[in-house]
C-alpha cells in the first residue's frame, strides 16, 4: 500500500495497524482489544493489530505487547484488496440498470459492514423474486427506513471508500426509531408476504393501543394531590389539574410513571415508549415532519428516463456529466448528486416546469384535435 501498488482505498473506520502509525505518526500508542473467540475456545483475537506485514515484523511485533511475549499465532494477518461495481449502474431495487435481471447486494457495491450486507442482501432478495414474479420493486426512500438512505447514498455519491451506514447519514433519524420500526415498514411487509397473520395482528393491536393511548394522555388530567403525591420528590408541584400530556413534557417525568400512578394497566409497554417519545420530543418531531413534506414534494417530481441533460447549456459541465452519468428519477434524488449545485438545481427545476407545460398543452391540443 506505501508502495503505491495498491491503489484502492481501504476502509475508513478499521484501518490496518501500519495504517494507524502511518497516518497517526505523532500518537505515543493505539488501543487494542483481547477478544475470545468463545467461551471454551482457548483462541484470542486481537482486535485492532489487524495487519498485512511480512511474518517476521508480525511475531516480533506482536511479542512487544505486554502479556503476549510468549503467545502463539495460530493465524498470520493478511490483506485482501477489493473491487467494487461502481454503484451509480444500479437502481433503487439494486438491479443493474443494464441488465435486466441482475440484483447486486454487499460489498460488490462498494459497502463495509455486516449490517450493510445483509440489507442489501434482504432487499435484492425480495426484488429478485418479485421480478420473476412480475411483480413491481420494492424501493425504500429515505424517510422511511436506513436501507433508503443507504441504496440511495451509494447510487447518487458513489463513494471512493468502502461505505459505512450510521445514523448520522439520515435526515429524518428522529423518524427512524427501532422502536417503531415495525409501524414504518409493517405494511411492505405485508405486501411482501413476509408477515405471518400474528405478526400482522400483534402491529393492529400495538397501533389501535397507541392511538387509545395518546387521545387519552390530552384528554385526561392529574389532579394535583396525585401528581404532588407521587411526584413531589423529583418536579415542581402542581396546584390545579394538568393535562398528562403538559406533564410528560417535563424531563423528569415519564408516561409509564403517570399511568402507575393513576393505576392504568392495560396498555402495552411499546405503546407507552411510543406515545411517550412522540410526546415529549413532539417539537422536534413536527420540524422533521416539516422537512419530511418540503423532502416528499421534491422527491415526487419525477424525471423522465431519456431526458437531454446535455441539451441544457446553463448546467455547468460537472453537473450535466454527473445527471448523465446516474440518470436520477426524480428532481429530490438529483438535489442528492454530489457535484450539482443548488444553482443547477434552479436551472434543472425550469426545465423541468418546460417540459411539464409542454407536455400539458400538447395533451389538450390531442384533445380538441379528437
Known amino acids: 500500500m506505501f508502495l503505491g501498488r495498491i491503489k484502492s482505498v481501504g476502509p475508513r473506520y478499521c484501518p490496518s495497524i501500519e495504517d494507524k502509525i502511518n497516518r497517526f505518526a505523532g500518537r505515543q500508542r493505539h488501543q487494542l482489544f483481547l477478544e475470545p473467540e468463545g467461551y471454551k475456545d482457548p483462541e484470542v483475537y486481537l482486535n485492532g493489530f489487524s495487519t498485512s506485514l511480512p511474518e517476521k515484523v508480525q511475531r516480533r511485533a506482536i511479542a512487544t505487547i505486554p502479556g503476549l511475549e510468549k503467545a502463539e499465532i495460530i493465524r498470520l494477518g493478511y490483506a485482501v484488496e477489493y473491487d467494487y461495481f461502481p454503484p451509480h449502474q444500479l437502481d433503487f431495487s439494486l438491479q443493474a440498470k443494464r441488465l435486466d435481471g441482475l440484483f447486486m447486494a454487499g460489498q460488490i457495491n462498494g459497502t463495509s459492514g455486516y449490517e450493510e450486507a445483509a440489507a442489501q442482501g434482504l432487499l435484492a432478495g425480495i426484488n429478485a423474486a418479485r421480478y420473476i414474479k412480475k411483480k413491481p420493486a420494492l424501493k425504500l426512500s429515505r424517510s422511511e427506513a436506513y436501507m433508503g438512505v443507504l441504496v440511495d447514498d451509494l447510487i447518487n455519491k ?35 408476504g413476509l408477515l405471518s397473520s400474528d405478526e400482522r395482528s400483534r402491529v393492529a393491536q400495538k397501533r389501535a393501543q397507541i392511538s387509545e393511548l395518546l387521545t387519552f394522555a390530552k384528554k385526561t388530567n392529574v389532579a394535583p394531590e396525585i401528581f404532588n403525591h407521587f411526584f413531589s420528590d423529583k418536579s415542581t408541584s402542581i396546584a390545579r389539574p394538568q393535562k398528562i400530556e403538559g406533564l410528560i413534557r417535563r424531563p423528569e417525568i415519564e408516561l409509564s410513571d403517570i399511568l402507575s400512578a393513576l393505576q392504568k394497566n392495560e396498555f402495552s409497554d411499546d405503546a407507552i415508549q411510543e406515545v411517550g417519545f412522540n410526546i415529549k420530543y413532539d417539537g422536534y418531531i413536527k420540524r422533521n415532519q416539516v422537512l419530511l413534506d418540503q423532502f416528499l414534494k421534491q422527491e415526487n417530481r419525477s424525471i423522465a428516463a431519456d431526458f437531454n441533460y446535455q441539451a441544457i447549456s446553463a448546467l455547468s ?42 407536455g400539458i398543452v400538447s395533451r389538450e391540443t390531442s384533445i380538441r384535435s379528437g
Not at 450510521?166 to 423518524?175: D, N
Open 158 to 192: 458513489s463513494t471512493r471508500e468502502p461505505y459505512r451506514m450510521f445514523t448520522s447519514r439520515a435526515e429524518f433519524r428522529l423518524l427512524l426509531r427501532q422502536d417503531n420500526a415495525d409501524l414504518r415498514l409493517a405494511d411492505h411487509g405485508q405486501e411482501m
Open 317 to 358: 459541465t460537472e453537473a450535466r456529466e454527473k445527471l448523465e452519468k446516474i440518470r436520477p428519477q426524480s428532481f429530490g434524488q438529483a438535489a442528492r448528486i454530489s457535484g450539482v449545485s443548488p444553482a443547477d438545481l434552479s436551472v434543472l427545476l425550469v426545465y423541468l416546469e418546460r417540459e411539464k407545460y409542454r
